[in-house]
């Protein structure tokens, strides 16, 4: 019976999604090889690149575990793994160590667990088993406020660590939400709040003159810009509005307009309160802001130059002089794609860019060929959080987003992180496996 099964979800295994897996780590490995020039020491279990080795055998186990366990379980121990992760978050805040400025891991031995790449798996699970179970309706606001609110705390959590990168991530779970109901207003409401978080930013840094009070910051200017043009705007679309209409529309405009001065005022004072010099250069330096500290653009710079320098074809594998000579920190975790640019080039960083893009066009393929909802809603999870580390690390990489501790997924250095994305995947590679022999 247990052979029969297992020969059954082996049958049934996607493997084209876990061939692209395999492909990407194989390829991440490489490039950390590189970057921490132990292409000589490959097998010195001492080093990172052998210390990879021994997370990739993990992993490899992990992954042989999770296509065999019944995927009834993930779904029963949804709550579970969320609180386990939740209680680990906290824990983390207390008990944790600090590196790179963040208390966000756990010290064992030589290595180090980070519990904030568990959390999107259980999140996404937990994301999954409340919005499915007994076709529990969106539209009612309950159910809003609660799944938002699930994805909300652990990101709280991380948050308060302070790991920004990763919060950043969990903003992803709105196109899950969206896939099951979420109004597309929401989302024109986030473009909306980007646009106003550039100007908010551009103007925050700015220096203007007041009547009465003298030089200060620019951001007050934009206040002013914003009730005024924000009145008028809504005193024409009051008055475009059939009467029955324009109280609702007067409402809902004073709202927004309110709404939109409170997020630009706590953004700013976020900006200066609350984030370190160092974070707030990073930001400015994105935006083309002059900054007092001449190396605020030190990794940006040097990534870019790494990734130029390699041209059409690439240096060779190991052959990058920036690479080699480590000109560019961190170079084998958040920074590792411009190895990959300056050692094999435009058409080896598009070839990798494009095996990140089918991979998850692949997951959202799995996705919507699911009858279960609670394996759909999960699909989409994974797809959304991979999508937001690659376009986030590639993007920091090139100069397009402000520099955050972010991996590239199966590509960066680190167990926690390659852990974290096996359970992402093969979780969702068990689930898929039973859409033939299961009806959930």
């Not at 295994?13 to 876990?18: G, K, M, N, R, S």
């Not at 207003?185 to 709040?193: Q, Y």
Request: contains cysteine; proline residues 3%.
């Amino acid at each position: 019976m247990m052979k029969s099964r297992r020969a059954s979800i082996l049958s049934q295994l996607d493997w084209p999604t876990l061939m692209l897996v395999i492909a990407l780590v194989t390829l991440g490995w490489l490039n950390i090889v590189s970057a921490t020039a132990e292409a000589e020491v490959v097998w010195d279990l001492g080093g990172k690149a052998g210390k990879q080795l021994i997370w990739m055998g993990v992993c490899t186990v992990l992954m042989t575990g999770l296509l065999a366990v019944e995927g009834e379980f993930y779904i029963r121990t949804s709550v579970l793994h969320y609180l386990v992760v939740l209680a680990l978050l906290a824990a983390v805040l207390v008990v944790g160590k600090k590196v790179g400025g963040a208390r966000s891991w756990f010290g064992v031995g030589s290595f180090g667990i980070q519990p904030s790449e568990f959390a999107k798996t259980a999140t996404s699970l937990m994301v999954a088993w409340y919005l499915s179970r007994d076709g529990r309706p969106w539209r009612t606001l309950k159910t809003r406020l609660q799944s938002l609110a699930i994805i909300a705390i652990p990101a709280g959590l991380i948050l308060l660590q302070p790991d920004a990168g990763t919060v950043l991530v969990f903003g992803g779970f709105v196109f899950v939400l969206y896939r099951e109901g979420l109004s597309g207003n929401v989302l024109l409401l986030g473009v909306s709040a980007l646009m106003l978080s550039v100007l908010t930013i551009l103007f925050g840094a700015s220096e203007s003159w007041y009547p009465f009070v003298g030089t200060d910051t620019g951001f007050w200017w934009l206040l002013i810009s914003l009730a005024v043009l924000g009145t008028l705007v809504l005193m024409l679309v009051r008055a475009a509005t059939l009467p029955r209409f324009r109280k609702r529309t007067t409402r809902w405009g004073v709202l927004l307009l309110m709404g939109g001065m409170l997020f630009s005022t706590g953004l700013h004072m976020g900006m200066e309160n609350i984030l370190k010099k160092h974070q707030r250069e990073r930001i400015h330096v994105l935006f083309g802001i002059d900054v007092d500290n001449p190396d605020a653009d030190y990794n940006i710079r040097h990534a870019k130059a790494a990734i130029g320098s390699g041209g059409w074809t690439g240096k060779g594998f190991a052959q990058g002089p920036m690479t080699a000579y480590g000109f560019v920190p961190e170079q084998e975790t958040d920074f590792i794609f411009c190895t990959v640019g300056e050692e094999w080039g435009f058409f080896g960083s598009a070839g990798v860019v494009m095996m990140f893009v089918f991979l998850i066009l692949r997951v959202l393929h799995l996705a919507e060929r699911q009858r279960s909802p609670f394996t759909r809603m999960y699909a989409y999870a994974v797809a959304s959080i991979l999508f937001m580390h690659v376009l986030v690390n590639v993007g920091m990489v090139l100069g397009l987003a402000p520099v955050i501790g972010i991996p590239l997924p199966f590509f960066s250095y680190g167990g926690s992180s390659l852990m974290g994305f096996t359970l992402l995947i093969g979780i969702l590679l068990r689930l898929d496996g039973e859409r033939f022999t299961i009806l959930r």
